[in-house]
């Protein structure tokens, strides 16, 4: 959906178009709204607080709506020492919003070639106990092992038994941000000097039009459109 038509579509759920009621919204107020809506409405879907309640790709349609946003990227780990019973990644990427998986191969004097290893994401906080349980702590054997994530890193865990390979990291990342030819860009505080689009398919743009008309709403106290579009966005989420 093109930006102008964007406009059009929140003017006419705001303004009533003839009307020119709340007429003094700038582009930029649209700009921060829309941009904020779609951070909204994807939270919602990764953790299935929506009408459905379905998250993290629990349905088709769930799958279809959030697979844009799936991605991967390869990491550079580093061991402190030999004995060290993790590796621990460079930063996350800039645009990293939640985790999905992390493929990794270990390499062992019992297993030279290169061997894929189950990991899963555990809690910093269960870190010890998981080292020493011996149905759960890490294991060239068995393949598998687990990770955790802080201070923007990603540790994965070996107990000093293995080396690792270099991972692949799935993550879901941020939407992009509209942005409006001439217009302020409000993340910025520059003159946009081209037009970006929203990349979501016209039907997911058309819920993001409902959200970014409620929190508009919500900022000029115009309750009626507020609860109107409130309701659109949550029915068909």
């Given at each position: 959906m093109?930006?102008?038509?964007?406009?059009?579509k929140?003017?006419?759920?705001?303004n009533?178009?003839?009307?020119?009621?709340y007429?003094?919204?700038e582009?930029w107020?649209?700009?921060?709204?829309?941009?904020?809506?779609?951070?909204?409405?994807?939270r919602?879907?990764?953790?299935?607080?929506?009408?459905?309640?379905?998250?993290?790709?629990?349905?088709?349609?769930n799958?279809?709506?959030?697979?844009l946003?799936?991605?991967?990227?390869k990491?550079?780990?580093?061991?402190?020492?030999?004995?060290?019973?993790?590796?621990?990644?460079?930063?996350?990427?800039d645009d990293?919003?939640?985790?999905?998986?992390?493929?990794?191969?270990?390499?062992?004097?019992c297993?030279?070639?290169?061997?894929?290893?189950?990991?899963?994401?555990a809690?910093?906080?269960?870190?010890d106990?998981?080292?020493?349980?011996?149905f759960?702590k890490p294991?060239?054997?068995?393949?598998e092992?687990?990770?955790?994530?802080s201070?923007n890193?990603?540790?994965?865990?070996?107990?000093?038994?293995?080396?690792?390979g270099?991972?692949?990291?799935?993550?879901?990342?941020?939407?992009v941000d509209?942005e409006?030819?001439?217009?302020?860009?409000?993340?910025?505080?520059?003159?946009?000097?081209?037009?970006?689009?929203?990349?979501?398919?016209?039907?997911?743009?058309?819920l993001?039009?409902?959200?970014?008309?409620?929190i508009?709403?919500?900022?000029?106290?115009?309750?009626?459109?507020?609860?109107?579009?409130?309701?659109?966005?949550?029915?068909?989420?």
């Amino acid at each position: 959906m093109t930006n102008n038509l964007l406009q059009v579509k929140i003017k006419q759920r705001l303004n009533k178009l003839a009307s020119f009621d709340y007429d003094n919204l700038e582009c930029w107020q649209i700009i921060e709204a829309f941009n904020k809506a779609q951070l909204e409405w994807f939270r919602r879907q990764v953790h299935g607080h929506n009408q459905g309640k379905e998250g993290d790709e629990s349905t088709k349609m769930n799958i279809d709506d959030v697979q844009l946003m799936i991605v991967d990227t390869k990491l550079t780990t580093w061991n402190a020492t030999e004995s060290a019973t993790y590796y621990e990644t460079d930063l996350l990427p800039d645009d990293y919003l939640y985790f999905k998986r992390l493929s990794v191969n270990c390499i062992s004097d019992c297993c030279p070639t290169p061997r894929p290893l189950i990991t899963y994401l555990a809690q910093v906080g269960d870190v010890d106990n998981l080292l020493v349980d011996d149905f759960r702590k890490p294991s060239a054997t068995w393949g598998e092992t687990f990770c955790t994530i802080s201070n923007n890193k990603i540790k994965i865990y070996t107990n000093g038994e293995f080396k690792l390979g270099k991972p692949t990291l799935y993550y879901f990342r941020k939407p992009v941000d509209i942005e409006i030819l001439n217009c302020i860009n409000p993340s910025t505080g520059a003159v946009s000097t081209t037009d970006v689009e929203c990349e979501f398919k016209d039907d997911i743009v058309e819920l993001l039009i409902d959200e970014t008309c409620s929190i508009l709403a919500g900022d000029i106290e115009s309750m009626n459109q507020y609860q109107r579009t409130k309701q659109n966005a949550t029915l068909n989420n």
